[in-house]
């Protein structure tokens, strides 16, 4: 059973530019959730993805968007770049029904440093 | 917002054991998560909690009161590889299956 991945593992850019994250969830997983944890900060949720279709959204701005394909994998993107945006971005995938979150699994994280 | 507060450090020698403490806001709550986190690396899960009372799993047990807003995280026998960071995450279960964490905990265990 293949677990969460995530890519790139980092990634330096600067402001005003556009980076795209991707995800690919744990085998029989349909639904991805994406976090933000600044450093020394526990993760933020941005939003999470249910069968290709938003499912829930934190307080973050719209530059950032994404996206859930039919395999499930999903992508955040992030336009015009800001220096608070460097942070360890995180997806985990989980499978819908009675015990979902018991089954949510983090991937190991793509470090974006915005310069 | 669930106002969520967590000791931010913590040290600990090896063998003995330690109590992280988190309080929360009541409103909306359906559970507690625990998960660790090891520096650079992705949160694991640790322990969920719905009802009141002390869950066991090992060397690690959580503890819920829903009626005080607080639970703890209890690690016996503690080893080197405990140390990171213990985050606490209030669930709500309001449709979303959004986790809400706490800026978490980061202990130090020394020999």
């Known amino acids: 059973e293949t677990g969460v991945t995530q890519s790139p593992t980092h990634l330096i850019k600067t402001r005003g530019q556009q980076v795209t994250l991707r995800c690919s969830s744990q085998?029989?997983?349909?639904?991805v959730s994406w976090y933000q944890q600044a450093l020394g900060q526990g993760p933020q949720f941005i939003f999470q993805?249910?069968?290709?279709?938003?499912?829930g959204r934190g307080n973050f701005p719209p530059r950032f968007s994404g996206l859930q394909f039919p395999n499930y994998s999903s992508e955040l993107n992030v336009n015009a770049l800001e220096l608070d945006d460097s942070a360890l971005y995180l997806c985990?995938?989980?499978?819908?029904?009675?015990?979902?979150?018991?089954?949510?699994?983090f991937g190991p994280g793509t470090r974006l440093t915005v310069l | 917002g669930q106002n969520i507060d967590q000791p931010t450090e913590m040290t600990a020698t090896e063998g003995a054991i330690v109590q992280i403490n988190c309080t929360y806001q009541?409103?909306?709550?359906?559970?507690l998560f625990w998960y660790q986190q090891h520096a650079g690396e992705a949160p694991t899960f640790l322990s969920y909690?719905?009802?009141?009372g002390l869950e066991e799993k090992g060397r690690f047990s959580s503890f819920l009161s829903r009626s005080k807003g607080y639970s703890y995280l209890l690690l016996k026998e503690l080893q080197m590889k405990d140390s990171a960071s213990y985050l606490c995450?209030?669930?709500?279960?309001?449709?979303?299956?959004?986790?809400?964490f706490g800026k978490g905990t980061k202990l130090s265990v020394i020999p």
């Open positions: 985990a995938s989980s499978s819908s029904g009675g015990h979902f979150l018991r089954e949510q699994f």
């Open positions: 085998s029989g997983h349909n639904t």
């Open positions: 993805y249910y069968r290709e279709e938003e499912n």
């Open positions: 009541t409103s909306g709550f359906n559970g």
């Open positions: 909690n719905v009802l009141d």
């Open positions: 995450a209030p669930y709500s279960g309001a449709g979303s299956y959004q986790l809400t």
